[in-house]
């Protein structure tokens, strides 16, 4: 809970009455390796924050081929903030890489937190901004890079991932098939 209360304050100032309700509003899941947190066709109805584990955000093409869009590890929060604001079916599936514990925010406790809180609006939407920012930054260069070079810019940007995540999920992430991600890092 430590971890999610130090997150917070990185966006804004919360009073000890402020955190104590965020902690009460928020309810640990243990989500096992491959399990889903969101699916696809459904509305998003909660909010985690990731205290230990990887989930990623993945889709299925036209071809039927399922896309890895991007990874969220720890100390981030995960949802798909399009559908869920919206109240509209999510396209997109949020899943366990590894075991995940997750503090869990329903969708009234969330409205209750912005409804009660009066810097809760600000941090997160500090929190919204600083996570799209990030994901631009980790697609946009990766679409003009080769194979190899998108591995490598990967391997830096997040050099403790690598070894976290099934390769066949990297591969989908990286756009390359499995194998020609094993012949990349043979050949690196």
């Given at each position: 809970m430590e971890k999610l209360i130090d997150f917070l304050l990185e966006f804004g100032h919360l009073n000890q009455q402020q955190?104590?309700?965020?902690?009460?509003?928020?309810?640990?899941?243990?989500?096992?390796?491959?399990?889903?947190?969101?699916?696809?066709?459904?509305?998003?109805?909660?909010?985690?924050?990731?205290?230990?584990?990887?989930?990623?955000?993945?889709?299925?093409?036209?071809?039927?081929?399922?896309?890895?869009?991007?990874?969220?590890?720890?100390?981030?929060?995960?949802?798909?903030?399009?559908?869920?604001?919206?109240?509209?079916?999510?396209?997109?599936?949020v899943q366990a890489v590894t075991d995940c514990t997750l503090l869990v925010f329903s969708k009234e406790s969330f409205d209750e937190l912005f409804n009660t809180i009066i810097a809760w609006e600000g941090i997160i939407n500090k929190i919204t901004e600083k996570a799209l920012i990030e994901k631009l930054n980790k697609l946009s260069p990766m679409l003009a890079e080769d194979a190899s070079t998108r591995y490598l810019t990967f391997l830096e940007k997040f050099p403790g991932l690598a070894n976290r995540i099934p390769l066949s999920y990297l591969a989908s992430y990286l756009g390359i098939t499995q194998s020609s991600l094993s012949r990349i890092r043979r050949n690196i």
């Amino acid at each position: 809970m430590e971890k999610l209360i130090d997150f917070l304050l990185e966006f804004g100032h919360l009073n000890q009455q402020q955190i104590d309700l965020i902690k009460r509003k928020a309810s640990p899941l243990v989500l096992e390796k491959g399990t889903y947190f969101s699916e696809a066709g459904k509305i998003p109805k909660r909010v985690a924050f990731i205290q230990t584990g990887i989930l990623r955000v993945c889709y299925y093409n036209s071809k039927g081929d399922e896309i890895t869009k991007y990874f969220i590890e720890e100390n981030n929060f995960a949802v798909d903030i399009n559908s869920y604001t919206q109240k509209i079916p999510s396209s997109e599936y949020v899943q366990a890489v590894t075991d995940c514990t997750l503090l869990v925010f329903s969708k009234e406790s969330f409205d209750e937190l912005f409804n009660t809180i009066i810097a809760w609006e600000g941090i997160i939407n500090k929190i919204t901004e600083k996570a799209l920012i990030e994901k631009l930054n980790k697609l946009s260069p990766m679409l003009a890079e080769d194979a190899s070079t998108r591995y490598l810019t990967f391997l830096e940007k997040f050099p403790g991932l690598a070894n976290r995540i099934p390769l066949s999920y990297l591969a989908s992430y990286l756009g390359i098939t499995q194998s020609s991600l094993s012949r990349i890092r043979r050949n690196i």
